[in-house]
């Protein structure tokens, strides 16, 4: 796996942004024929933590470490896809000559799309699929290999622990996303492999915590405390809302291997202490934001993306998309300290307070 990264010094300046964008063209410097310089960044939601606290500065840094000049146009929808095209049209206004769009709604995203493309704007589809839509460029990790990866992990610990079969109940994320229905395909075809049963489903509406602890509730109201040998959780937010909803019902989670996905610094530190088995890592920060910010960078500069980048083509249901598809990472506590910590994805500073900081020391964290 990759783990070149962007430069700390890169970093801290985007950190330093805050809201605030660099305010001005790409010009001379910064190269040709890019117009006014301006790159739309519209993400989808802020309850997954990696958007703004990965993500978003990464995507900046990079900008600015190619383009001096450039400037991000910043938006986040908050789960509204609604909100989200009146920003896309918000930046298109403003003169943004390429739009970076992870979509609420991958479906509905096409008259984001539509409406670019009317005005010859390239999109880069960021993270989710935009399906049935003139996209451009496509940048992800492999999702199918996510879910393969959570239920491969969870199969090994529920075998290891003498409950091979489980059985589980799902929470998985939001019906309106594409990588949310991917996740949910690798993880199954790996259950239905290894004989895990799955108790209880569920999609998450807005990938929202609250409701997984509510779906969660349910899960254990109907199949009783001891009715189930662990818990995948397709993301960190879930995971966290399935284990509140455990301690609530007075069951350990410590006694219940739980899945998760995105590396949150809350996941991270609740796997050191044993309540959340594993998370798949996503080397968002030196991997998928600065090489979007790489297209990003050279559409808005009227060149091809670098030599090398694009790696596949996948099919998004109206043209095979020119594509940029990166390796996810299962984490456990065994290999926190050369992934996570490695990559400066987290800090041992940041993840090691508190009650934390015995569990980071016998992990090897320092």
């Not at 790489?294 to 998309?321: T, Y």
């Not at 594509?323 to 400066?344: G, R």
Request: contains cysteine; positive net charge; charged residues 20%.
């Amino acid at each position: 796996m990759l783990t070149k990264g962007v430069i700390r010094t890169a970093a801290a300046a985007a950190a330093a942004l805050g809201t605030a964008v660099a305010i001005s063209a790409c010009g001379g410097g910064g190269g040709g024929g890019g117009g006014n310089g301006k790159i739309a960044l519209l993400l989808p939601e802020s309850k997954t933590a990696r958007y703004e606290s990965q993500d978003r500065p990464r995507f900046e840094a990079r900008v600015k470490q190619l383009c001096k000049n450039c400037e991000v146009i910043y938006s986040n929808a908050e789960q509204d896809p609604a909100k989200q095209q009146q920003q896309a049209e918000a930046a298109l206004t403003k003169g943004a000559k390429v739009l970076v769009l992870d979509a609420v709604d991958a479906a509905s995203a096409g008259a984001i799309v539509t409406k670019a493309k009317q005005q010859k704007v390239p999109v880069v589809s960021y993270d989710r699929l935009i399906t049935n839509a003139d996209i451009d460029y496509y940048i992800s990790f492999d999702n199918v290999r996510v879910g393969e990866l959570q239920a491969s992990t969870l199969a090994k610990k529920l075998k290891q622990d003498g409950k091979a079969s489980g059985p589980i109940p799902m929470i998985n994320g939001a019906p309106t996303d594409n990588n949310a229905k991917l996740f949910k395909q690798g993880a199954m075809k790996v259950f239905s492999s290894s004989g895990v049963k799955i108790s209880k489903a569920y999609d998450t509406p807005d990938w929202s915590p609250d409701k997984a602890q509510t779906e969660m509730d349910q899960a254990i109201t109907a199949i009783g405390k001891n009715g189930f040998a662990g818990v995948y959780a397709a993301n960190d937010g879930t995971a966290g809302g399935a284990i509140a909803a455990m301690k609530g019902a007075g069951v350990d989670p410590k006694t219940k291997p739980t899945t998760g996905q995105d590396a949150e610094l809350a996941a991270v530190q609740r796997i050191l202490i044993g309540e959340q088995y594993m998370t798949v890592y996503k080397a968002v920060g030196v991997q998928e934001a600065p090489k979007a910010a790489d297209i990003a960078v050279a559409l808005v500069q009227g060149k091809k993306p670098p030599s090398g980048l694009i790696n596949q083509q996948v099919d998004n249901g109206k043209k095979k998309v020119p594509s940029v598809i990166l390796t996810p990472v299962a984490v456990t506590k065994s290999n926190i300290n050369d992934t996570i910590v490695k990559d400066s994805f987290w800090t041992p500073k940041q993840i090691c307070t508190g009650k934390y900081a015995s569990a980071c020391k016998s992990a090897g964290i320092q």
